[in-house]
Nanobody
């Protein structure tokens, strides 16, 4: 059963950059979809970006052009490069993995991103 561990969150200034990492316990080539979701206080968890095993990427409109999701198969890690951050990006960011053979998606523990002057 895949386990996911996020890291890289922290406090950054508006306009700054931050890179999140999600390390998986299995070969990520076996995972159809890897991605990032976020949840701000009082809000529902929302999609940020995903990347499929075939390399197809999907981004929320709010992050297009600013965020980049990528995979490093050798490290079994998915990344989220976040640029030009704004206070609206403040949230707990969660890594998600899903494949049809899984009974349910698997989630990491989350990492806090705070964007504040």
């Amino acid at each position: 059963q895949v386990q996911l561990v996020e890291s890289g969150g922290g406090l950054v200034q508006p306009g700054g950059s931050l890179t999140l990492s999600c390390a998986a316990s299995i070969n990520i080539l076996y995972i159809n979809s890897l991605g990032w979701y976020r949840q701000a206080p009082g809000n529902e968890r929302e999609l940020v970006a995903t990347v499929s095993s075939g390399g197809r990427k999907n981004y929320a409109d709010s992050v297009k052009g600013r965020f980049t999701v990528s995979r490093d198969n050798a490290k079994n890690t998915v990344y989220l490069q976040m640029n030009n951050l704004t206070p609206e990006d403040t949230a707990v960011y969660y890594c998600r993995a899903y494949s049809p053979q899984m009974d349910a998606p698997r989630w990491g523990q989350g990492t806090q991103v705070t964007v504040s002057a």
